[in-house]
């Protein structure tokens, strides 16, 4: 993606920046984040990698994940982006604090951003979270949630089986239905008035989660919370794309890009092609 120029409207001296947003995941799910990111940014441009190779993450120690996460890091900035959007919850509790640290362009996770949507949203306090083994052990939503609110209670399941289920391309089959039927009867005999949606696989098998959980349960995606921190982070800082920019998208993975594009295809609504990226 060439179009990297950052640009000066002469007549409000506002600053524009029509480099691409990089997004990361380490499969599909972070497609649930771009797809809302492109909601409410339009004409920005993108380049996601789905780190499919490496998959699943939740599995992995946390170094491990790190050192993933900062070689698709490096790879971003290689690509000249303005913004790098850890688009994945294990990798985000894993190599955030890092990665912001380090990086010479800003970051984006996805825990904070939920954790904030799943305080306002809930009434009673008591909220529940859903994510890989990973992100459940690293106990930032936990953490982060009573952050805003000391009374409240967690309640965390890692629910590793999701990812592979919708890397599979088993979303909205019986099977998955029957998977996820059987995972969430852990919440039966928990007060939870809302459920954090704790890794970005899990908004493809919402319709399954929401037929367990019930119409009294409120689901949140922090995909949503976090297309409005990256809106709001390049607003605050005059970096937006112009009005007039030619919206381009790239999509990458380092593992099958036939398996990866028939996901996507589906998830986005849109045929893509994906290539294969070996980093």
Request: net charge negative; glycine share 8%; with cysteine.
């Amino acid at each position: 993606m060439q179009d990297n120029n950052v640009i000066e409207t002469r007549e409000e001296g506002i600053l524009l920046d029509n480099r691409p947003i990089g997004v990361m995941d380490s499969g599909v799910g972070g497609l649930t984040v771009l797809k809302e990111i492109t909601k409410i940014l339009p004409n920005e441009s993108y380049i996601f990698i789905g780190d499919q190779a490496n998959l699943p993450y939740g599995q992995k120690s946390s170094e491990t994940v790190r050192k993933l996460t900062k070689r698709i890091a490096d790879y971003m900035v290689e690509q000249d982006v303005k913004m790098f959007v850890i688009a994945c919850n294990t990798a985000t509790a894993a190599a955030y604090e890092y990665l912001k640290d380090i990086l010479p362009i800003p970051v984006i996770g996805v825990i904070e951003p939920g954790a904030e949507m799943a305080v306002s949203a809930s009434k009673s306090g008591q909220i529940g979270v859903i994510a890989t083994n990973g992100t459940v052990r690293s106990g930032d939503y936990e953490r982060l949630i009573k952050q805003h609110n000391p009374q409240a209670v967690v309640s965390s399941l890692g629910c590793p089986e999701f990812v592979t289920m919708v890397e599979e391309g088993l979303a909205g089959t019986v099977e998955a239905q029957v998977a996820v039927n059987n995972r969430l009867a852990w919440f039966m005999d928990k007060p939870i008035d809302t459920l954090v949606m704790g890794c970005t696989h899990f908004p493809i098998i919402q319709e399954e989660i929401k037929n367990v959980m019930g119409d009294g349960v409120t689901l949140i995606d922090p995909g949503v919370a976090t297309a409005r921190q990256v809106r709001d982070y390049l607003t605050a800082h005059d970096a937006l794309a112009a009005a007039e920019h030619k919206s381009q998208r790239e999509f990458n993975t380092t593992g099958s890009p036939t398996n990866f594009a028939k996901i996507a295809d589906k998830l986005l609504g849109t045929p893509i092609s994906a290539a294969k990226l070996n980093i």
